[in-house]
């Protein structure tokens, strides 16, 4: 649209746009996010290319607020500005404007070699969620940049129907922790045969407590029998979340192997595990769990005197009339 066919408030501004001093500039694209005129959503685009990064950003969240699908190819590109403040608001607005139909332009900037706009495009396919995506995010696990294997690993996880991925499996290694963290919570949505085993090992063995206890949720979301005896061991970490969500856990998969830790964990020292184990021992419905469980009904906590006698309603509620304690 030519500046004469505009408001004429609206035009003094767009005309202001290509003005050579910073301080004008920077009024104009202030005031026409102000206007809020979508006569000026193509100045606004092009004072994307602005050479100054301020006057880039506020043109980025006046786009953003018209949510105008003809800024979203613009906006993209800014995804691999130099300038962090930048590609961070073209991220944010772009996570509320992108949809499935701009599913392909992103796997193409993908094969870009830009390494912020990889990790940005990375981040918004979470969002449309399509396994077309796999082909393209499986090369970056082997990437040699730390952030776009943690940054991948993460993205499978959010893909609509992928629930195998043995590629992925070996990011459970990986030298960075900020990346085997990331892996351990993928693997709960996997179902590789691999899984269950890899993510028990990584709960007893893994030098970092973060690892373990991500070991811990993703054994939660699976809850499969065969992690009881990592879990049983788990227990034992020194670490309270891991310990945690490790009770949590053995709530999916109540085994008589886990009474002994679960009782035991009635008196550690950090109530959420108490509570968690209460609750452990509830779907256990072991009667050998009642003292235990009665004597923590005076617990400093109110919460663990709350599951506790939850769980020993819960016990006394699957035995038989007979056998009430």
């Given at each position: 649209?030519?500046?004469?066919?505009?408001d004429p408030e609206v035009a003094q501004w767009v005309e202001l746009l290509r003005s050579p001093d910073l301080d004008e500039r920077l009024v104009a694209v202030k005031t026409l996010q102000h206007l809020g005129d979508e006569d000026a959503?193509?100045?606004?685009?092009?004072?994307?290319?602005?050479?100054?990064?301020?006057?880039?950003?506020?043109?980025?969240?006046t786009l953003w607020e018209f949510?105008?699908?003809?800024?979203?190819n613009p906006l993209i590109e800014c995804l691999s500005s130099p300038h962090e403040n930048v590609r961070n608001e073209a991220l944010s607005a772009l996570k509320e404007l992108v949809s499935?139909?701009?599913?392909?332009k992103l796997l193409d900037v993908l094969q870009v070699g830009n390494v912020h706009a990889q990790l940005n495009v990375l981040v918004l396919l979470r969002k449309i969620h399509d396994a077309q995506?796999?082909?393209?995010?499986?090369?970056?696990?082997?990437?040699?940049?730390?952030?776009?294997r943690e940054a991948a690993v993460i993205t499978l996880r959010y893909l609509n129907q992928v629930v195998r991925c043995e590629p992925a499996l070996a990011l459970a290694k990986d030298p960075v922790e900020a990346v085997r963290r990331a892996t351990t919570l993928t693997l709960g949505h996997l179902s590789d045969a691999e899984v269950v085993p890899l993510l028990c090992e990584l709960l007893t063995s893994d030098p970092d407590w973060q690892v373990r206890r991500n070991a811990a949720q993703s054994l939660d979301i699976l809850a499969?029998?065969?992690?009881?005896?990592?879990l049983v061991t788990a227990m034992d970490d020194p670490e309270w979340q891991v310990r945690k969500f490790t009770a949590r856990a053995l709530q999916k998969t109540p085994d008589v192997q886990a009474l002994p830790v679960l009782i035991k964990s009635l008196a550690d020292e950090y109530s959420d595990v108490r509570r968690d184990a209460a609750t452990a021992l509830g779907k256990l419905a072991d009667t050998n769990a009642l003292p235990a469980l009665q004597q923590t009904l005076n617990d400093p906590d109110m919460d663990v005197r709350i599951f506790s006698q939850r769980a020993i309603d819960a016990i006394q509620k699957s035995q038989p009339e007979t056998s009430h304690v």
């Open positions: 649209m030519y500046a004469t066919d505009m959503i193509e100045p606004l685009i092009g004072a994307l290319y602005d050479e100054n990064p301020t006057v880039q950003e506020i043109a980025i969240t949510a105008n699908p003809v800024a979203i499935t139909n701009d599913l392909m995506a796999l082909p393209y995010i499986m090369p970056f696990f082997k990437s040699e940049n730390p952030e776009l499969d029998p065969a992690a009881v005896p990592a």
